[in-house]
Each structure stands twice: as structure tokens, then as C-alpha cells.
């Protein structure tokens, strides 16, 4: 399929951004990006915060405020009943309103598994679009959510894990990115994603490739929830790994001395990740410094190199 031609569309299905960015007049541009999850965990209301905090992140990763959402439902009525969806839609309800945004209505379809998730709209001035396209050599990478919640999440359903260690991160992954991306918009931001289905490693080198870089990962500078390590050592995994490791084959050299258990981790699929920002190397400190302030859990975890060919590299 051919790449459009409009020129007012100025962030298209040719790149691997977060979301559409279509330029309405010099001063503003739409940006739209629809999303949905499966339940991460057997609590309605934790469902929908957690979708709705997943699908509003894409507008934060493209530096946008979201203006309108619309709820995206798959659900089997009969066998779970009303009650069940009404906690999933006010889970959502409460992230649309914390992101100051108007929840606008929604379709919805029956189906033997449940899917909650939003499509969203935001604005944002063309000249202060965030893409992934922008990383700098130079730069540093700053990544404000711990990793792991794709073998947690897994763990958790396959009885490896029980529910309550699960209880202290899920304000964790819910908590928007809204926060992160105002802090973060009083400095020089050249390059921004969200982490989420492909894992650090596929997002990390999407940027890489998108930038002509090379970036290289501290490992130990990575942030890990509990027990995520610890359920990879066990032999729990997710269906997401193996492509996302598929995918990275031929850009990335791992140069740390991980275990498997370790290397995992970095394929691992998140829901509702962090966003990770470069920047340049004199701002990395005072942004994480000013981000932790605002109770944001940011890490140095990275820099960018020149590179003749786009590469990850984890040391």
C-alpha cells in the first residue's frame, strides 16, 4: 500500500509512531490513535483504568493532550453480566477525566473474551510534535516506568504468582503519562516513545532505526518490577517473547553478560509502559531530577551514538 500523499498528514503509517498526526491549521493538529487490552488482571475496574491509561499514553508519546475518547468494548454479556462492565467502564471513566478529557460515547461488540480499550483524540501545536524519528547522538535516554508486566501479568494468571504481589504496581501501571510528558515539555525533547507490546527492545530499536543511531542500554541502570526477574527464572514466559525477539534479530548486540532469564526481560510486552525520552546529555540529569519531584520514577537508562548503520546495543 502506498504512503499517502496529503501534505497536512504529518505522522503516517510509514513510521512506527504511536499514533496519526494530521495538521489542521499552522497552529493545530489532531492526533488520533485507537488501542485495547485484554484483562491483565481478573479485577473489572483495574481493567479499565489499565486499558484506559495504555490507549491515552499514545497521545502523550506523540507530545499531545487528549481531547476526546472513545470506549472500545468487547465483552461476553451473558456469562459475565452487567455489574462486570460497568466496573471496566468506570475504570476507564476515571482515566479519561484525570486526563482531562470528554469520554464521547463508544461502540461495543459481544465476544467470548473481554477487550477494553479507548480511541482517543488529542491537539498539539505542529512544531512541537514528539516522534520517535528524532534521537540525537549526543542524547541520553530516559525511561520514567519500571519493565515487566507482560510475565507478571502472566504469572499471575498461570497461578505462579499470587494476585496480591500484583497489588502494589497496578497504581503503577495505570498512573498516566500525563505528568511525565508536562514535565518533560520544559526541555529539549528530541525523540519520544511509549514502551508497550514490543518490549523495550522493540521500541528502543524503533527509534534507533528511526533516527539512524545507534543507542546503547545500560542494562543494570534498568528498572525491573518484583518478581518480574524471578518468573522468567521459573520458566514463565508470555506469547509476545519469541516474536519480539524475531523481530530484533539483526540490530541488536547484546553485550552484557546476561543470563536467559535477563535477556528475556528486554522482549518482555508491556501494558501501559513508561515513556522513553532522549534528550540532550546536559538536560538528562535535571529532567530526571525535576521528574522524580513530580513523583515520576525516571531513570538514566541509555545514550546515543552515531552510527552508520541503526543499531541497539545492550551493555
Known sequence: MPAPTDPELLVGFESSDDAAVYRLTEGLAVVTSVDFITPPVDDPIWFGRIGAANALSDIYAMGARPVTALNLVMFPGEKLGTEV????????????????????????VENPEPGYGLAVTGVVDPKRILTNRGARPGDVLILTKALGTGVLFNACRSKKLPRRELDPILPQVAALNRTTLEVAQAFEVHACTDIT????AGHTLEMARGSGVRIDI???????????????????????????????????????????????LLFDPQTSGGLLLAVPATQGGRLVENLRHAQVQARLVGQVHQSLKPLLRVV
Open 218 to 264: 545500560e542494562f543494570t541502570a534498568l528498572p525491573f518490577y518484583d518478581n518480574a526477574r524471578a518468573m522468567y527464572q521459573k520458566g514463565e514466559s508470555t506469547g509476545s517473547n519469541a516474536a519480539n525477539r524475531q523481530l530484533a534479530q539483526g540490530w541488536l548486540e547484546i553485550q552484557a553478560a546476561l543470563s536467559k532469564a535477563e535477556e528475556e
Open 197 to 200: 507490546g514490543f518490549g523495550l
Open 85 to 108: 462492565l460497568r466496573e471496566i467502564l468506570k475504570g476507564g471513566h476515571e482515566k479519561v477525566t484525570e486526563a482531562g478529557a470528554s469520554l464521547a460515547g463508544g461502540h461495543s
